[in-house]
């Protein structure tokens, strides 16, 4: 799989279990740490969990490991680093204060299948 199959990947598990607001973003011609941003809503601190999980063990199965994790149940927003597709999970909260997309609004949104 080519990094923009698994960002895409990434969405379409999130989407299967009910995030919100999903947006897949190239940034490989504005970026030099990342070629794409998957940004996705959950309902609540349980679900941002869930979703993260999810992405965690569906990936694991395929080989695919993050390299690193950021923040903590609570926060309102978890990062899996999946090196060059960076997945950001959110509280609507925590997405209206960082506004990712409007950072990287330069970027090619990329269209998911509903």
Sequence with gaps: ????????KAAKILSDKKATDL???????????????VIATGGSERQIGTLSGEIID??????????????????????LDYGDILVNIFSAEQRSRYNIEKIWGDGNFLALEE
């Design 58 to 79: 569906q990936f694991a199965k395929e080989g695919i490991v993050a390299k690193n994790t950021e923040g903590r149940r609570g926060s309102g927003w978890i990062l």
């Design 1 to 8: 799989m080519n990094n923009k199959e698994i960002a895409l």
């Design 23 to 37: 947006v897949v973003i190239d940034i490989q011609e504005k970026s030099s740490f990342a070629d794409y941003l």
